[in-house]
Each structure stands twice: as C-alpha cells, then as structure tokens.
C-alpha cells in the first residue's frame, strides 16, 4: 500500500488512514483468534515461497535501486539470509510455543507454573535502505513465527525494492493480515505514532531516538537495531594476513554499507605499513577494477556517496592521509584508508557506513580496550589473534551487541544467534527464538492444586497462621 496512492482522491489525513488500517488488524487478530501452530507456519512458508518465486525480479529491484548492487551480495545477504530465517522459525516455532514449565517455590507448592507465550498483536516494523529485503522480512518473521499480524515501512531510498514488497505481501497475505505502508519521513513518523503492541524499528540512532519518543506517548515497546562504529582490533599475536584478508571482505561487502560492517581499525603500530600494503593488494585482488565489476555495488545515492566525499575530505583537509585502493567509478567508491586521523575529525567520530577504514595505531592492547570504551557502545566488535588470552581479554573488558574472534559480519547470518546492539547501538534483540520473543509475551500461568495449604492463611490470623509464617521466615 503506498500513500501517495492512497493520497489520491482521499481527503483523509494520513495518520487517520493508518490507524485505520491497525485497527483493522487488531480487529482480525482478536476476531480469528489467535493464530495457531499452522497458520503460523503457513504464514512462515508464504514469505519463503514470495522471495523463491521472485528471487530475479528481487535481484533487479535492488540492482536498480543500487545503481549497481552484486547479485552474489543480493542472494547471499538478502535471498539466503531471508530463506535461513523463516527455515529456522517453522523449524523452531512448535518448541517456542509451548507453555514452559517453571520451578515452583517450596512456598507455594504443590501449585504449577509455566510461561505460555502469547502474540502481542499487531507489530509494526521500520526497515532502511541497506539491506531492503532483509531488514523488512528478517523482523517480519519473528513477528509471524509468534502469531502477530504486521505493518511495515520500508525506506524511501529503494523505492523499487519498496514497491516490489508491497506487491509480493498483497498477492501473499490479506490486507488485515500484513500490510507495507510506503512512504518517507513524514510516513515514518504518522508510523512511529501509532498504537501498536510492538514497534520495531533498523536504522540510525538519531532516528532511533526519535521513534522512542513518538513509541513512549502509546507505552508502545520498541525494539531499535541502530548502527554506530563497529571496531575491528587485531592483537600483536594475530595472523596478519588472516586478519586483512577478512577485514577487507567485511569491509566492501555492499560497498561497507553494513550496520556490523568493521568501521575502523585498531592495531599495534609495528603492523600498521603491513597491513596497510596488504590491505590495499587485497581490495585490488578482490575487485580489480570498479567500472563495469559485477561484483562491487554501488553506494546507494547521491546523498551518501557526497557524505561519505565529504567525511574523507574532511579527513585530509585535518591532516590525515588518505590511501585508495584503485579509482573510484561513478558512485563506486573504492576501499579509501584513512592514516593518522584524529578524534576530531568526521571518520573518528561518526558512523562511517561506506569503503572507508581508519587505520589507528595502539601501544598496547590495553590501550585498544580503552579506546573501544571511551566511546560509545559499539554493535559488534571483531577481534583477531591467535592467544586466547589476549582474546579474552579484550572479549571481557569491551561491551558490544555482538563479536566475533577472527572473522566480521557473520554471526549476523546465524539465527541460533541473538541479533541486537547494546546502549547507542540498540535494544533489543531478534532472529530465531530470541525474534520470537520479542514479539511474544511470556505471560506467567498459576495453576493451583485442589489440595492446597492456603487456608492457613485466611484471617483473622491464629496460632497457625503465624507458626506457619514464623517458618517461612526461618527459611534461608
Ligand atoms: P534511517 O534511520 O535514516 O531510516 C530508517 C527508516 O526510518 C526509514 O524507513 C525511514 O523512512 C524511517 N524514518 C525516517 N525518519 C523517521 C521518523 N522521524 N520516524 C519514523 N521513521 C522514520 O536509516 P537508514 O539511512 O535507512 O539506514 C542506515 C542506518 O541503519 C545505519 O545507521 C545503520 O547502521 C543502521 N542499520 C542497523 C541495522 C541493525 O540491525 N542494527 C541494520 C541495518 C542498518
């Protein structure tokens, strides 16, 4: 559903045809009751059987929002990665759904407990533009593994993959089942405002902020997957080549616009000429040549490639220098090192979110840890040596929503995994079972037994009321 063709001939102000629309989901949900293990998996199977049946025309959508995305990167990061997820979900959901059992107090035994996982109704989901399938499905998921209906806004900034969406959901779902809402920031923000029972939100922490905000007015819960500056610190003892190799792969998948792409470097000082010409053979090796590669995307507009021009001029006109891998074609930016930055400048300090890699040298490893905490906290963290001890190390001293110990990027892809950053990075988390808690509520379930001690307790309270709370009190 798109609101600029909503727009058309309707006089009805937007956040009045949204709330319409959850409302009439909310009325369905309640109305149908709620779904059950096989309507859930139908619904699991639908978004499986969409991205199969459009898998091609998914492939052109990006590329043409792209200017130039790689099919590989396309099927690995978003075809592969949507299919594992709604695998792992109809495989996992039968166990997830089930009331679990609870340890009962002494206390108030021989009563049972259990948690009995309930859909809180209907979710809302915000996606951005830098995985535009995954970041709309992947969440999506989780929502439907645990019996929600869904509405979800994707960016404006891949209006093609938006407008496939929204056509590939209306021809697999009814509308009061899971509706795409498109639409820019005004959209975003009616969006953000609405009652859901569970709103969440991918994208940038600034705009995370606001969505809070808009969220707190309904004490809508949100979960906000952000971004932020994602550290990548080798240790003295760590394979070097093993390390650049994996850096630079992490780094230029999807041109760097990655929320857990390294953002920057830090490594010990003796190693920094090293990985520096290593790091540059590597990106030519992977990408010999931008013009025409079918493998490097695009960065995704304009707007982007001139802040990311603008970060790296920055750099330079403070006094960093600045190394290129190979020579930038169109909107093709090849991987850019950044030597001898400093905290003042724009790469220090904000999410990089493209090919262009600070390179910080450290003194010791204590050093590097003090670094990565002195700002903020990161979404993930990578960490390259062979010594466990300097692994672990850096392992318990760092807080990060992720990390991963000699490689980047791909505990994204594992759904057994919790996805979610911590403090600037988000809240929250999803994928697998943790996705399906998230848009569940574990209510608490009492049952108590015919034969019970309770009387005990009834007042006025006598001799035994009082021995039996003397007793409780003696307890441990
Ligand atoms: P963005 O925050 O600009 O936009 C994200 C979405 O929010 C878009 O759909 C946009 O239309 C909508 N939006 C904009 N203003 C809004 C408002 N006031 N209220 C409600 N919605 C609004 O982010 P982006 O540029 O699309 O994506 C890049 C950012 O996303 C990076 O910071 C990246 O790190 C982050 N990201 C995080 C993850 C993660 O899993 N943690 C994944 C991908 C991207």
Same mark, same amino acid.
């Given at each position: 559903?798109?609101?600029?063709?909503?727009?058309?001939?309707?006089?009805?102000?937007?956040?009045?045809?949204?709330?319409?629309?959850?409302?009439?989901?909310?009325t369905?949900?309640?109305?149908?009751?709620?779904?059950?293990?096989?309507?859930?998996?139908?619904r699991?199977?639908?978004?499986?059987?969409?991205?199969?049946?459009?898998?091609?025309?998914?492939?052109?959508?990006?590329?043409?929002?792209?200017?130039?995305?790689?099919?590989?990167?396309?099927?690995?990061?978003?075809?592969?990665?949507?299919?594992?997820?709604?695998?792992?979900?109809?495989?996992?959901?039968?166990?997830?759904?089930?009331?679990?059992?609870?340890?009962?107090?002494?206390?108030?035994?021989?009563?049972?407990?259990?948690?009995?996982p309930?859909?809180?109704?209907?979710?809302?989901?915000?996606?951005?533009?830098?995985?535009?399938?995954?970041?709309?499905?992947?969440p999506?998921?989780?929502?439907?593994?645990?019996?929600?209906?869904?509405?979800?806004?994707?960016?404006?900034?891949?209006?093609?993959?938006?407008?496939?969406l929204?056509?590939?959901?209306?021809?697999?779902?009814?509308?009061?089942?899971?509706?795409?809402?498109?639409?820019?920031?005004?959209?975003?923000?009616?969006?953000?405002?609405?009652?859901?029972?569970?709103?969440?939100?991918?994208?940038?922490?600034?705009?995370?902020r606001?969505?809070?905000?808009a969220?707190?007015?309904?004490?809508?819960?949100?979960?906000?997957?952000?971004?932020?500056?994602?550290?990548?610190?080798?240790?003295?003892?760590?394979?070097?080549?093993?390390?650049?190799?994996?850096?630079?792969?992490?780094?230029?998948?999807?041109?760097?616009?990655?929320?857990?792409?390294?953002?920057?470097?830090?490594?010990?000082?003796?190693?920094?000429?090293?990985?520096?010409?290593?790091?540059?053979?590597?990106?030519?090796?992977?990408?010999?040549?931008?013009?025409?590669?079918?493998?490097? +995307?695009?960065?995704?507009?304009?707007?982007?490639?001139? =802040? @990311?021009? *603008? &970060?790296?001029?920055?750099?330079?006109?403070? #006094? !960093?220098?600045?190394?290129?891998?190979?020579?930038?074609?169109?909107?093709?930016?090849?991987?850019?090192?950044?030597?001898?930055?400093?905290?003042?400048?724009?790469?220090?300090?904000?999410?990089?979110?493209?090919?262009?890699?600070?390179?910080?040298?450290?003194?010791?490893?204590?050093?590097?840890?003090?670094?990565?905490?002195?700002?903020?906290?990161?979404?993930?963290?990578?960490?390259?040596?062979?010594?466990?001890a300097?692994?672990?190390?850096?392992?318990r001293?760092?807080i990060?929503?992720?990390?991963?110990?000699?490689?980047?990027?791909?505990?994204?892809?594992?759904?057994?995994?919790?996805?979610?950053?911590?403090?600037?990075?988000?809240?929250?988390?999803?994928?697998?079972?943790?996705?399906?808690?998230?848009? +569940?509520?574990?209510?608490?379930?009492?049952?108590?037994? =015919? @034969?019970? *001690? &309770?009387?005990?307790?009834?007042?006025?309270? #006598? !001799?035994?009321?009082?021995?039996?709370?003397?007793?409780?009190?003696?307890?441990?």
């Amino acid at each position: 559903m798109s609101m600029a063709h909503m727009a058309d001939g309707q006089s009805q102000p937007l956040d009045e045809t949204l709330n319409e629309l959850l409302r009439a989901m909310q009325t369905a949900h309640l109305r149908d009751g709620f779904a059950d293990l096989a309507l859930r998996c139908d619904r699991l199977g639908r978004i499986g059987a969409m991205v199969r049946e459009n898998q091609n025309t998914i492939i052109a959508a990006i590329d043409a929002d792209f200017g130039g995305r790689s099919r590989e990167e396309t099927l690995l990061a978003e075809v592969f990665t949507t299919l594992s997820s709604v695998r792992h979900a109809k495989g996992g959901v039968a166990k997830w759904m089930r009331p679990r059992r609870r340890a009962m107090d002494l206390a108030f035994k021989p009563a049972r407990a259990t948690l009995l996982p309930q859909p809180l109704g209907v979710a809302g989901i915000i996606s951005p533009w830098n995985y535009p399938l995954l970041m709309a499905l992947s969440p999506l998921v989780g929502a439907l593994a645990a019996g929600n209906r869904a509405m979800v806004k994707p960016s404006e900034f891949t209006p093609r993959t938006s407008e496939l969406l929204a056509e590939m959901i209306a021809k697999k779902f009814t509308a009061d089942e899971v509706a795409v809402v498109q639409g820019g920031i005004e959209v975003g923000a009616a969006f953000a405002a609405l009652p859901f029972d569970h709103l969440f939100f991918t994208g940038s922490t600034n705009v995370g902020r606001k969505v809070m905000a808009a969220a707190a007015a309904n004490l809508t819960p949100v979960t906000l997957e952000l971004g932020g500056k994602s550290p990548a610190i080798i240790a003295p003892d760590a394979n070097l080549d093993v390390a650049v190799t994996s850096i630079v792969r992490g780094k230029l998948f999807n041109a760097g616009q990655t929320c857990v792409a390294p953002d920057y470097v830090l490594l010990p000082q003796a190693q920094l000429d090293a990985f520096v010409e290593k790091a540059l053979a590597v990106a030519v090796r992977f990408y010999p040549d931008l013009a025409d590669n079918p493998d490097y +995307s695009s960065i995704v507009n304009q707007a982007q490639f001139d =802040r @990311l021009q *603008g &970060m790296i001029r920055d750099a330079e006109t403070q #006094g !960093a220098r600045v190394l290129t891998a190979s020579v930038g074609v169109g909107r093709k930016l090849p991987l850019t090192l950044v030597l001898d930055s400093t905290d003042a400048m724009a790469v220090r300090r904000e999410e990089i979110f493209g090919p262009v890699l600070p390179v910080i040298p450290y003194g010791d490893l204590d050093a590097a840890i003090g670094h990565v905490n002195g700002g903020e906290r990161p979404l993930a963290l990578y960490a390259y040596g062979r010594d466990r001890a300097n692994i672990d190390r850096v392992l318990r001293s760092t807080i990060s929503g992720g990390a991963v110990v000699n490689d980047c990027l791909i505990h994204a892809g594992v759904e057994a995994l919790p996805f979610g950053g911590v403090g600037t990075s988000g809240m929250g988390q999803y994928h697998g079972q943790e996705g399906f808690e998230t848009f +569940s509520k574990l209510k608490p379930v009492m049952y108590q037994s =015919r @034969l019970n *001690g &309770m009387w005990v307790l009834n007042p006025p309270y #006598g !001799a035994k009321a009082k021995a039996l709370i003397k007793l409780l009190l003696k307890r441990p």
